[in-house]
Protein backbone atom coordinates (compact mmCIF):
# COMPACT_ATOMS: atom_id res chain seq x y z
CA UNK A 1 0.00 0.00 0.00
CA UNK A 2 2.89 2.42 1.03
CA UNK A 3 4.36 1.47 -1.93
CA UNK A 4 1.95 2.57 -4.35
CA UNK A 5 1.32 5.54 -2.49
CA UNK A 6 4.48 6.76 -2.42
CA UNK A 7 4.77 6.42 -6.46
CA UNK A 8 1.88 8.66 -6.53
CA UNK A 9 2.65 11.14 -3.73
CA UNK A 10 3.36 14.62 -4.95
CA UNK A 11 5.66 14.72 -1.77
CA UNK A 12 3.45 18.07 -0.79
CA UNK A 13 1.42 17.84 2.48
CA UNK A 14 0.20 20.69 4.49
CA UNK A 15 0.42 20.90 8.59
CA UNK A 16 -2.68 19.39 10.63
CA UNK A 17 -4.55 21.75 12.40
CA UNK A 18 -2.82 21.92 16.34
CA UNK A 19 -6.20 21.04 17.55
CA UNK A 20 -8.78 18.09 17.19
CA UNK A 21 -11.92 17.85 16.55
CA UNK A 22 -14.58 15.79 17.51
CA UNK A 23 -16.67 14.23 15.09
CA UNK A 24 -19.97 15.46 15.98
CA UNK A 25 -18.38 18.86 16.28
CA UNK A 26 -18.34 19.17 12.65
CA UNK A 27 -21.28 17.42 11.77
CA UNK A 28 -20.38 13.86 11.32
CA UNK A 29 -22.07 11.00 12.36
CA UNK A 30 -21.49 7.12 11.96
CA UNK A 31 -23.61 3.99 13.45
CA UNK A 32 -24.25 0.76 12.74
CA UNK A 33 -27.13 -2.65 13.99
CA UNK A 34 -26.84 -5.55 13.54
CA UNK A 35 -29.83 -6.71 12.17
CA UNK A 36 -31.12 -3.32 9.99
CA UNK A 37 -27.79 -2.08 8.15
CA UNK A 38 -25.63 1.02 8.82
CA UNK A 39 -25.88 4.88 7.77
CA UNK A 40 -23.35 8.10 8.39
CA UNK A 41 -24.69 11.89 8.16
CA UNK A 42 -21.94 14.74 7.73
CA UNK A 43 -23.19 18.24 7.10
CA UNK A 44 -26.40 18.08 5.13
CA UNK A 45 -25.72 14.96 3.31
CA UNK A 46 -26.07 11.30 4.41
CA UNK A 47 -25.82 7.41 3.27
CA UNK A 48 -27.64 4.17 4.67
CA UNK A 49 -28.20 0.88 3.73
CA UNK A 50 -28.55 -2.68 4.70
CA UNK A 51 -26.19 -5.15 4.72
CA UNK A 52 -24.67 -6.77 2.04
CA UNK A 53 -25.31 -10.56 1.36
CA UNK A 54 -21.43 -10.99 0.53
CA UNK A 55 -20.53 -9.92 3.90
CA UNK A 56 -22.69 -12.56 5.68
CA UNK A 57 -19.66 -15.00 6.57
CA UNK A 58 -17.75 -12.15 7.87
CA UNK A 59 -20.80 -10.86 9.99
CA UNK A 60 -21.74 -13.94 11.44
CA UNK A 61 -17.77 -14.58 13.15
CA UNK A 62 -16.47 -13.45 16.58
CA UNK A 63 -15.52 -10.20 15.63
CA UNK A 64 -19.11 -9.16 13.63
CA UNK A 65 -19.85 -5.73 16.15
CA UNK A 66 -16.18 -4.54 15.41
CA UNK A 67 -16.61 -4.92 11.60
CA UNK A 68 -20.13 -3.55 11.68
CA UNK A 69 -19.05 -0.41 13.76
CA UNK A 70 -16.01 0.52 11.47
CA UNK A 71 -17.60 -0.57 8.51
CA UNK A 72 -19.84 2.97 8.10
CA UNK A 73 -16.39 4.90 9.06
CA UNK A 74 -14.66 4.04 6.25
CA UNK A 75 -18.18 4.28 4.03
CA UNK A 76 -18.04 8.25 5.27
CA UNK A 77 -14.33 8.59 4.93
CA UNK A 78 -15.12 7.00 1.41
CA UNK A 79 -17.48 9.55 0.32
CA UNK A 80 -16.42 12.45 2.37
CA UNK A 81 -12.74 12.10 3.12
CA UNK A 82 -11.89 14.95 0.65
CA UNK A 83 -13.76 17.87 3.43
CA UNK A 84 -11.60 16.68 5.91
CA UNK A 85 -8.09 17.85 4.80
CA UNK A 86 -5.36 18.86 7.43
CA UNK A 87 -8.22 17.58 10.49
CA UNK A 88 -7.20 15.84 13.56
CA UNK A 89 -10.54 13.98 13.64
CA UNK A 90 -11.81 12.06 16.63
CA UNK A 91 -14.21 9.33 16.04
CA UNK A 92 -16.58 8.04 18.89
CA UNK A 93 -17.89 4.83 18.73
CA UNK A 94 -19.20 2.36 21.48
CA UNK A 95 -17.54 -0.89 20.83
CA UNK A 96 -14.34 -1.15 22.82
CA UNK A 97 -13.03 -3.59 20.17
CA UNK A 98 -13.02 -0.74 17.74
CA UNK A 99 -11.19 2.00 19.28
CA UNK A 100 -8.59 -0.56 19.68
CA UNK A 101 -8.49 -1.43 16.61
CA UNK A 102 -8.11 2.41 15.20
CA UNK A 103 -6.41 3.39 17.94
CA UNK A 104 -3.49 0.98 17.08
CA UNK A 105 -4.21 1.25 13.32
CA UNK A 106 -3.96 -2.78 12.96
CA UNK A 107 -6.05 -5.99 13.44
CA UNK A 108 -5.45 -9.93 13.95
CA UNK A 109 -8.84 -10.26 11.93
CA UNK A 110 -7.92 -10.02 7.99
CA UNK A 111 -11.04 -9.06 7.05
CA UNK A 112 -11.74 -5.91 9.58
CA UNK A 113 -7.63 -5.66 8.98
CA UNK A 114 -8.65 -4.64 4.83
CA UNK A 115 -10.79 -1.87 5.91
CA UNK A 116 -8.00 -0.44 8.14
CA UNK A 117 -5.74 -0.10 5.60
CA UNK A 118 -8.94 1.73 3.09
CA UNK A 119 -9.33 4.05 5.78
CA UNK A 120 -5.46 4.57 6.29
CA UNK A 121 -4.94 5.09 2.68
CA UNK A 122 -8.16 7.58 2.79
CA UNK A 123 -6.52 9.40 5.27
CA UNK A 124 -2.97 9.80 3.31
CA UNK A 125 -4.13 10.94 0.09
CA UNK A 126 -6.90 13.34 1.99
CA UNK A 127 -4.15 14.64 4.48
CA UNK A 128 -6.05 13.90 7.86
CA UNK A 129 -5.52 11.76 10.60
CA UNK A 130 -7.77 9.87 13.11
CA UNK A 131 -8.50 8.21 16.57
CA UNK A 132 -10.74 6.77 18.49
CA UNK A 133 -12.14 7.17 22.06
CA UNK A 134 -14.85 4.75 23.36
CA UNK A 135 -18.52 6.13 24.13
CA UNK A 136 -20.48 5.15 26.25
CA UNK A 137 -21.97 2.16 27.01
CA UNK A 138 -24.03 1.10 24.50
CA UNK A 139 -26.70 0.38 26.83
CA UNK A 140 -28.78 3.40 26.73
CA UNK A 141 -28.48 4.64 23.10
CA UNK A 142 -29.75 8.02 23.69
CA UNK A 143 -26.70 9.13 25.91
CA UNK A 144 -24.07 8.26 22.96
CA UNK A 145 -23.76 12.25 22.99
CA UNK A 146 -23.22 14.47 25.26
CA UNK A 147 -26.86 16.43 26.36
CA UNK A 148 -25.64 19.46 24.32
CA UNK A 149 -24.39 17.53 21.40
CA UNK A 150 -28.24 15.62 21.18
CA UNK A 151 -30.22 19.32 21.65
CA UNK A 152 -28.16 20.80 19.11
CA UNK A 153 -29.35 18.45 16.71
CA UNK A 154 -32.42 20.65 16.56
CA UNK A 155 -31.81 22.75 13.96
CA UNK A 156 -34.60 25.25 14.30
CA UNK A 157 -34.32 25.34 18.11
CA UNK A 158 -31.13 25.87 18.24
CA UNK A 159 -31.04 29.04 15.71
CA UNK A 160 -33.77 30.02 17.80
CA UNK A 161 -31.42 30.12 20.94
CA UNK A 162 -29.25 32.03 19.23
CA UNK A 163 -31.31 34.80 17.46
CA UNK A 164 -32.62 35.11 21.64
CA UNK A 165 -29.05 35.41 23.14
CA UNK A 166 -28.25 38.36 19.83
CA UNK A 167 -30.82 40.14 20.84
CA UNK A 168 -30.45 40.02 24.47
CA UNK A 169 -27.69 42.83 24.64
CA UNK A 170 -28.02 46.27 22.19
CA UNK A 171 -26.95 46.04 18.57
CA UNK A 172 -24.20 48.59 19.52
CA UNK A 173 -22.97 47.06 22.65
CA UNK A 174 -22.57 43.99 20.82
CA UNK A 175 -20.44 45.56 18.54
CA UNK A 176 -17.78 46.79 21.54
CA UNK A 177 -18.17 43.44 22.97
CA UNK A 178 -16.87 41.77 19.88
CA UNK A 179 -14.42 44.51 19.52
CA UNK A 180 -13.03 43.53 23.49
CA UNK A 181 -12.69 40.03 22.50
CA UNK A 182 -11.09 40.32 19.39
CA UNK A 183 -8.43 42.63 20.86
CA UNK A 184 -8.13 40.05 23.81
CA UNK A 185 -7.71 36.98 21.18
CA UNK A 186 -5.02 39.55 19.41
CA UNK A 187 -3.36 40.30 22.75
CA UNK A 188 -2.69 36.61 23.44
CA UNK A 189 -1.20 35.48 20.06
CA UNK A 190 0.85 38.72 20.20
CA UNK A 191 2.04 37.02 23.46
CA UNK A 192 2.79 33.38 21.94
CA UNK A 193 -0.38 32.33 23.52
CA UNK A 194 -1.84 29.25 21.46
CA UNK A 195 -4.82 27.62 22.84
CA UNK A 196 -5.44 24.04 21.84
CA UNK A 197 -8.47 21.52 21.71
CA UNK A 198 -11.10 24.68 21.96
CA UNK A 199 -12.02 27.57 19.89
CA UNK A 200 -12.00 30.07 23.10
CA UNK A 201 -8.78 31.48 24.31
CA UNK A 202 -7.75 30.78 27.88
CA UNK A 203 -9.19 33.10 30.56
CA UNK A 204 -7.55 33.70 33.66
CA UNK A 205 -7.28 36.84 36.37
CA UNK A 206 -3.40 37.18 35.40
CA UNK A 207 -4.30 37.29 31.94
CA UNK A 208 -7.06 40.16 32.14
CA UNK A 209 -4.92 41.87 34.07
CA UNK A 210 -2.33 42.15 31.82
CA UNK A 211 -4.59 42.38 28.74
CA UNK A 212 -5.96 45.62 30.77
CA UNK A 213 -2.44 47.26 31.00
CA UNK A 214 -1.76 46.59 27.77
CA UNK A 215 -5.06 47.98 26.62
CA UNK A 216 -4.30 51.32 28.93
CA UNK A 217 -0.19 51.24 28.05
CA UNK A 218 -0.40 50.71 24.70
CA UNK A 219 -3.68 51.48 23.51
CA UNK A 220 -4.36 54.49 25.12
CA UNK A 221 -7.91 53.13 25.96
CA UNK A 222 -9.50 54.95 29.18
CA UNK A 223 -10.75 52.37 32.32
CA UNK A 224 -14.65 52.57 31.09
CA UNK A 225 -13.56 51.12 27.57
CA UNK A 226 -11.29 48.18 29.29
CA UNK A 227 -14.09 47.28 31.30
CA UNK A 228 -16.67 47.15 28.84
CA UNK A 229 -13.41 45.08 26.59
CA UNK A 230 -14.14 42.34 29.54
CA UNK A 231 -17.56 42.81 29.88
CA UNK A 232 -17.63 41.52 26.46
CA UNK A 233 -15.01 38.79 27.04
CA UNK A 234 -17.03 37.76 29.68
CA UNK A 235 -20.65 37.74 27.36
CA UNK A 236 -18.36 35.67 24.93
CA UNK A 237 -17.98 32.90 27.36
CA UNK A 238 -21.27 33.09 28.66
CA UNK A 239 -23.01 33.27 24.86
CA UNK A 240 -20.78 29.98 23.97
CA UNK A 241 -21.85 28.36 26.98
CA UNK A 242 -18.13 27.73 28.28
CA UNK A 243 -16.99 27.88 31.96
CA UNK A 244 -14.78 31.04 33.24
CA UNK A 245 -13.60 32.39 35.82
CA UNK A 246 -16.60 35.01 35.93
CA UNK A 247 -19.11 31.36 36.27
CA UNK A 248 -18.35 31.70 40.22
CA UNK A 249 -20.30 34.93 41.45
CA UNK A 250 -18.58 34.57 44.93
CA UNK A 251 -15.65 34.65 43.29
CA UNK A 252 -14.19 37.80 42.96
CA UNK A 253 -11.31 39.33 40.79
CA UNK A 254 -9.79 41.41 43.72
CA UNK A 255 -6.29 42.16 42.02
CA UNK A 256 -8.59 42.87 38.56
CA UNK A 257 -10.43 45.57 40.70
CA UNK A 258 -7.29 46.96 41.73
CA UNK A 259 -6.18 47.53 38.93
CA UNK A 260 -9.14 49.45 37.64
CA UNK A 261 -8.48 51.84 40.34
CA UNK A 262 -4.82 52.43 39.18
CA UNK A 263 -5.93 52.85 35.85
CA UNK A 264 -8.49 55.58 36.85
CA UNK A 265 -5.56 57.77 38.90
CA UNK A 266 -3.07 57.76 36.18
CA UNK A 267 -5.05 58.16 32.73
CA UNK A 268 -5.23 61.27 31.94
CA UNK A 269 -8.07 63.61 32.46
CA UNK A 270 -10.35 64.52 29.22
CA UNK A 271 -9.74 68.79 29.41
CA UNK A 272 -12.36 69.04 26.08
CA UNK A 273 -15.31 70.04 27.68
CA UNK A 274 -18.95 69.30 26.22
CA UNK A 275 -20.92 72.28 26.02
CA UNK A 276 -24.46 72.87 26.22
CA UNK A 277 -26.73 73.74 23.38
CA UNK A 278 -29.20 76.45 25.43
CA UNK A 279 -32.07 78.15 24.36
CA UNK A 280 -30.51 81.11 23.17
CA UNK A 281 -28.07 78.59 21.21
CA UNK A 282 -31.23 77.00 19.86
CA UNK A 283 -32.82 80.37 18.38
CA UNK A 284 -30.03 81.43 16.94
CA UNK A 285 -29.62 78.17 15.03
CA UNK A 286 -33.12 77.92 14.12
CA UNK A 287 -33.04 82.03 12.57
CA UNK A 288 -30.36 80.89 10.62
CA UNK A 289 -31.87 77.69 8.65
CA UNK A 290 -35.29 80.15 8.43
CA UNK A 291 -32.91 82.93 6.21
CA UNK A 292 -32.46 80.09 3.62
CA UNK A 293 -28.27 77.98 4.03
CA UNK A 294 -28.67 74.82 2.82
CA UNK A 295 -31.77 73.68 0.20
CA UNK A 296 -35.36 74.40 1.62
CA UNK A 297 -36.07 70.74 2.50
CA UNK A 298 -32.50 70.53 4.54
CA UNK A 299 -33.41 73.94 6.61
CA UNK A 300 -36.56 72.45 7.45
CA UNK A 301 -34.73 68.96 8.65
CA UNK A 302 -32.82 70.34 10.38
CA UNK A 303 -34.80 73.15 12.39
CA UNK A 304 -37.26 70.36 13.11
CA UNK A 305 -34.55 67.97 14.24
CA UNK A 306 -32.74 70.37 16.35
CA UNK A 307 -36.37 71.62 18.41
CA UNK A 308 -37.43 68.25 19.00
CA UNK A 309 -34.25 66.91 20.24
CA UNK A 310 -34.09 69.97 22.60
CA UNK A 311 -37.71 70.06 23.51
CA UNK A 312 -37.51 66.43 23.62
CA UNK A 313 -34.54 65.86 25.89
CA UNK A 314 -33.78 63.30 23.47
CA UNK A 315 -30.21 61.65 22.63
CA UNK A 316 -28.80 61.87 19.34
CA UNK A 317 -29.18 58.30 18.34
CA UNK A 318 -32.79 57.95 19.80
CA UNK A 319 -33.82 60.76 16.27
CA UNK A 320 -30.98 59.42 13.71
CA UNK A 321 -29.42 56.14 12.83
CA UNK A 322 -25.44 55.47 12.31
CA UNK A 323 -25.50 53.78 9.31
CA UNK A 324 -29.25 51.89 8.26
CA UNK A 325 -32.85 52.31 9.44
CA UNK A 326 -34.76 49.64 11.14
CA UNK A 327 -38.61 50.33 11.26
CA UNK A 328 -38.24 47.80 14.66
CA UNK A 329 -36.52 50.30 16.68
CA UNK A 330 -35.81 53.78 15.02
CA UNK A 331 -38.51 56.53 14.86
CA UNK A 332 -41.29 55.60 11.97
CA UNK A 333 -44.09 58.28 10.48
CA UNK A 334 -46.52 56.19 12.05
CA UNK A 335 -44.77 57.26 15.47
CA UNK A 336 -45.35 60.77 15.29
CA UNK A 337 -49.19 61.74 16.12
CA UNK A 338 -50.36 65.08 15.69
CA UNK A 339 -52.80 66.67 17.78
CA UNK A 340 -54.86 69.83 18.70
CA UNK A 341 -52.07 71.73 20.92
CA UNK A 342 -49.43 69.12 20.69
CA UNK A 343 -47.26 66.23 19.09
CA UNK A 344 -46.81 62.82 20.63
CA UNK A 345 -43.08 61.51 20.01
CA UNK A 346 -43.69 57.93 20.25
CA UNK A 347 -39.87 56.07 21.35
CA UNK A 348 -39.60 52.53 20.45
CA UNK A 349 -36.00 51.70 21.86
CA UNK A 350 -34.03 54.04 24.39
CA UNK A 351 -30.65 53.08 26.58
CA UNK A 352 -32.98 53.53 29.31
CA UNK A 353 -35.43 51.19 27.20
CA UNK A 354 -33.45 47.71 26.85
CA UNK A 355 -36.74 45.92 26.60
CA UNK A 356 -38.10 47.75 24.03
CA UNK A 357 -41.35 48.77 25.89
CA UNK A 358 -41.46 51.93 24.32
CA UNK A 359 -42.37 55.89 25.60
CA UNK A 360 -44.50 58.63 24.57
CA UNK A 361 -42.50 61.90 24.64
CA UNK A 362 -45.56 64.76 24.43
CA UNK A 363 -43.71 67.97 23.03
CA UNK A 364 -46.90 70.81 23.38
CA UNK A 365 -47.07 73.92 21.32
CA UNK A 366 -44.94 76.85 23.42
CA UNK A 367 -46.40 79.71 21.63
CA UNK A 368 -42.64 81.25 20.87
CA UNK A 369 -40.51 81.82 17.97
CA UNK A 370 -39.64 78.69 18.45
CA UNK A 371 -42.18 76.08 19.00
CA UNK A 372 -41.37 72.08 18.75
CA UNK A 373 -45.14 71.78 17.36
CA UNK A 374 -45.22 74.29 14.42
CA UNK A 375 -41.12 73.15 13.22
CA UNK A 376 -42.69 69.67 13.25
CA UNK A 377 -46.05 70.43 11.20
CA UNK A 378 -43.82 72.41 8.69
CA UNK A 379 -41.54 69.53 8.27
CA UNK A 380 -44.09 66.52 7.78
CA UNK A 381 -45.71 69.13 5.15
CA UNK A 382 -42.97 69.60 3.53
CA UNK A 383 -41.96 65.80 3.82
CA UNK A 384 -45.32 64.58 2.39
CA UNK A 385 -45.44 66.90 -0.64
CA UNK A 386 -41.71 65.73 -1.39
CA UNK A 387 -41.87 62.52 -0.67
CA UNK A 388 -45.54 61.39 -2.01
CA UNK A 389 -46.10 58.00 -1.42
CA UNK A 390 -44.37 57.51 1.45
CA UNK A 391 -45.44 54.62 3.78
CA UNK A 392 -46.25 54.64 7.53
CA UNK A 393 -42.71 52.30 8.26
CA UNK A 394 -40.76 54.81 6.53
CA UNK A 395 -38.02 56.83 8.56
CA UNK A 396 -39.70 60.16 9.90
CA UNK A 397 -36.60 62.80 9.75
CA UNK A 398 -35.16 61.29 6.24
CA UNK A 399 -32.47 63.41 4.13
CA UNK A 400 -33.01 64.42 0.29
CA UNK A 401 -31.91 61.25 -0.90
CA UNK A 402 -34.90 59.48 1.09
CA UNK A 403 -32.34 57.46 3.30
CA UNK A 404 -33.06 57.98 7.71
CA UNK A 405 -31.42 61.43 8.99
CA UNK A 406 -27.81 59.80 9.93
CA UNK A 407 -25.75 60.90 13.24
CA UNK A 408 -22.14 61.63 12.82
CA UNK A 409 -21.74 62.26 8.38
CA UNK A 410 -25.11 64.39 8.05
CA UNK A 411 -26.37 65.71 11.37
CA UNK A 412 -23.71 66.99 13.53
CA UNK A 413 -21.45 67.69 10.80
CA UNK A 414 -24.22 70.04 9.64
CA UNK A 415 -24.87 71.09 13.12
CA UNK A 416 -21.12 71.99 13.56
CA UNK A 417 -20.93 73.76 10.32
CA UNK A 418 -23.98 75.59 11.54
CA UNK A 419 -22.42 76.66 14.96
CA UNK A 420 -18.95 77.33 13.01
CA UNK A 421 -21.23 80.12 10.93
CA UNK A 422 -22.66 81.68 13.89
CA UNK A 423 -18.76 82.18 15.83
CA UNK A 424 -19.55 79.12 17.98
CA UNK A 425 -16.47 76.79 18.71
CA UNK A 426 -17.87 74.12 17.01
CA UNK A 427 -15.36 71.70 17.91
CA UNK A 428 -17.22 71.85 21.87
CA UNK A 429 -20.10 70.57 20.79
CA UNK A 430 -21.98 67.64 19.40
CA UNK A 431 -25.60 65.90 19.39
CA UNK A 432 -25.74 65.04 23.28
CA UNK A 433 -25.00 68.88 23.56
CA UNK A 434 -29.19 70.00 23.09
CA UNK A 435 -29.68 67.05 26.14
CA UNK A 436 -27.48 68.86 28.29
CA UNK A 437 -28.63 72.66 27.09
CA UNK A 438 -32.74 71.32 27.70
CA UNK A 439 -31.34 69.77 31.19
CA UNK A 440 -29.03 73.46 31.86
CA UNK A 441 -31.81 75.38 30.94
CA UNK A 442 -34.81 73.18 33.21
CA UNK A 443 -31.79 73.53 35.92
CA UNK A 444 -32.71 77.15 37.19
CA UNK A 445 -36.38 77.15 35.89
CA UNK A 446 -38.15 73.68 37.21
CA UNK A 447 -38.33 71.42 40.20
CA UNK A 448 -35.91 68.76 39.95
CA UNK A 449 -38.45 65.72 39.83
CA UNK A 450 -39.97 67.49 36.16
CA UNK A 451 -36.59 67.63 34.91
CA UNK A 452 -35.95 64.08 35.72
CA UNK A 453 -39.52 62.96 34.44
CA UNK A 454 -39.09 64.96 31.26
CA UNK A 455 -35.34 63.51 30.62
CA UNK A 456 -36.64 60.11 31.26
CA UNK A 457 -33.81 59.53 34.28
CA UNK A 458 -34.15 56.72 36.74
CA UNK A 459 -31.70 57.84 38.92
CA UNK A 460 -29.70 61.50 40.33
CA UNK A 461 -27.50 61.11 37.23
CA UNK A 462 -29.30 63.93 35.67
CA UNK A 463 -27.67 66.53 37.62
CA UNK A 464 -23.94 65.26 35.67
CA UNK A 465 -26.22 66.99 32.77
CA UNK A 466 -26.63 70.29 34.20
CA UNK A 467 -24.03 72.66 33.16
CA UNK A 468 -23.58 75.82 36.11
CA UNK A 469 -22.10 78.46 34.55
CA UNK A 470 -20.21 81.15 37.04
CA UNK A 471 -22.56 83.84 37.12
CA UNK A 472 -24.70 81.77 38.95
CA UNK A 473 -22.72 80.61 41.10
CA UNK A 474 -21.84 84.42 41.96
CA UNK A 475 -25.47 85.03 42.52
CA UNK A 476 -25.84 82.30 45.15
CA UNK A 477 -22.96 83.55 47.19
CA UNK A 478 -23.85 86.81 46.88
CA UNK A 479 -27.40 85.97 48.52
CA UNK A 480 -25.25 84.57 51.33
CA UNK A 481 -24.64 88.27 52.71
CA UNK A 482 -27.89 89.48 51.81
Known amino acids: MWYIFLKQWNCVSFFYDTFTTNAADFELYTDAASTLGFGGYFKGHWFCSSWPPELQNILDSDMSMAFRELYPI ?74 SALLTR ?162 CGEFTVLHSFDSECNVSIEDIRFLKDKVTFHLKASKTDPFREGVDIHLFASGASVCPVLSLERYMDYRTRKFKDSKSQDAFFVMENRKALTRRNYFISSLKNILAVLGYNSDLYNGHSFRIGASTTAGSKIEDHLIQTLGRWSSQCYTRYI ?10 QQALVE
Open 74 to 147: VVAAVLWGKHWTRKRIVFHCDNESTVNIINKGRSKVQDIMKLMRKLTWLAAINNFTFSNVPERSAGSRCTSHDL
Open 467 to 476: RTSLSTIQQA
Open 154 to 315: NVELTNSVSCLLKTSIAPRTRTQYECGYSAYATFLRMTGVIWLNSDMPPLTEESLIHFATHCFKNLHLKCSTIKMYICGIRYKYLENGKTSIFSDSSDKLYRLDALYRGIKKNEKKSTKPRLPITFTILKDICQFLRKGYYTPYVDILLEAACVTAYFGFLR
